[in-house]
């Protein structure tokens, strides 16, 4: 015998669960089907374990897709500030980390459980530890074959996320689902992921790992202004988790390693004031003694400010400012926080999304080819993707 269901979720994760919720409080049916031992995995392990649950301003240039519209629907009607009026309701504290960027002050178990309890609250069915064998569409409904039940449904909502690390459950199991039903899938790369540089330039910055700089990071015309870290592998922190959604593999990122200055009026004014002091003194008012030392290195120069030529100012200049550096590749899945491409958003509704090739069938979240810069955006993408399916489903 099948269980008959109105709604089926996949995914019971941050899109997923608020979908639930927001069908559920239209009195669906909903089933919640996960093959995870436990729900929000991707919630409880982000922003640090304090969930960086949303940002203050909300914009569609901090979404990166093909369809570059696509977002502006579902963001505009569940913004921000409902969910944060939703948090703040259920005594949940939280705080401003910079740049709009809100974390859960004590756990990120505090956005998990808000979802969950109110999940519970109104009757959602949450079936984990379930794996789908088969979808399938036949006489006005869904099958849904799992190694423990048969499933029927009306409507079928996709929220299994992308392919970012795969130790929390991530799979390709969306975009076959998109497949089967014919839709296009945008190719996928990891995003918000750590750097990583070939051994030649790791030998030459064994002393750096560990090291972090405020810098200025660009590629393509597109630049982020945060922290990065060196590691052992390569290049990590904010700025390098942002820019990496914009780089490919063969392009050069340029570093400014003092962004707050005006390198050419700073450098001459320690020359006039400073004159015997020398370079890497005056580096390390500004960087740390390892990174200090390294651009010295760099520039072959580490003697008294005085004995400096045009030429060497500029070179000294450009090291600073315009470090050309060429990544080799992504770190990849196991540690980028969302993935880059996914289903073709051409064929889905923005306003209900509703795939344009089957009816009764919704993509959410991670799957489709939306995908935020770092600090809340992705998550706000799951609230309203989610709020908006689940308006309708």
Not at 55 to 61: A, G, K, Q, R, V
Not at 66 to 86: D, G, K, M, V
Not at 237 to 255: E, F, H, R, V
Not at 261 to 267: K, P, T, V
Request: hydrophobic share 40%; net charge neutral.
């Amino acid at each position: 015998m099948k269980q008959r269901c109105e709604v089926i979720i996949l995914g019971a994760g941050a899109a997923g669960m608020m979908c639930a919720v927001t069908a559920a409080a239209r009195g669906r049916k909903v089933t919640l089907i996960d093959h995870a031992n436990k729900v929000g995995k991707k919630i409880l392990m982000s922003g640090g374990g304090r969930c960086n649950f949303t940002n203050y301003s909300i914009e569609p240039e901090n979404y990166l897709s093909i369809n570059s519209h696509f977002c502006i629907s579902a963001l505009s009607r569940y913004n921000q500030w409902q969910f944060i009026e939703w948090v703040e309701s259920a005594g949940i504290e939280y705080y401003d980390k910079g740049q709009g960027q809100l974390f859960c002050r004590h756990s990120s178990k505090d956005i998990r459980d808000l979802l969950v309890n109110q999940c519970r609250k109104l009757g959602v069915q949450i079936k984990l530890k379930t794996h789908v064998e088969a979808v399938e569409f036949d006489h006005n409904m869904f099958s849904i074959t799992t190694s423990l039940t048969k499933y029927q449904c009306d409507s079928l909502v996709i929220a299994t996320g992308g392919l970012s690390i795969p130790t929390m459950g991530a799979s390709g199991f969306g975009y076959d689902v998109a497949i089967q039903f014919k839709h296009k899938i945008v190719p996928c790369v990891p995003a918000l992921s750590p750097l990583l540089m070939d051994q030649k330039w790791l030998h030459k910055t064994a002393k750096l790992p560990g090291n972090s700089v405020m810098a200025k990071v660009t590629c393509d015309n597109q630049s982020f202004e945060d922290s990065i870290l060196f590691t052992h592998k390569g290049l990590s922190g904010p700025a390098i988790l942002q820019i990496s959604s914009y780089w490919q593999p063969g392009k050069a990122l340029y570093l400014d390693l003092v962004p707050q200055l005006d390198a050419l009026e700073w450098l001459e004014i320690n020359i006039k004031a400073r004159p015997e002091i020398q370079l890497t003194t005056l580096l390390k008012t500004q960087l740390s003694q390892a990174v200090a030392d390294y651009l010295a290195d760099l520039i072959g120069f580490n003697a008294k400010l005085k004995q400096m030529d045009h030429a060497l100012r500029d070179k000294v200049i450009k090291q600073l400012t315009q470090w050309q550096i060429y990544p080799i590749d992504y770190e990849g899945y196991r540690v980028a926080e969302v993935t880059k491409g996914g289903i073709d958003t051409d064929e889905i509704s923005s306003k209900t999304f509703e795939s344009q090739r089957q009816q009764g069938l919704y993509f959410i979240g991670e799957v489709l080819d939306v995908t935020g810069h770092l600090g809340g955006y992705n998550f706000q993408w799951a609230w309203a993707s989610g709020h908006a399916a689940g308006s309708v489903v």
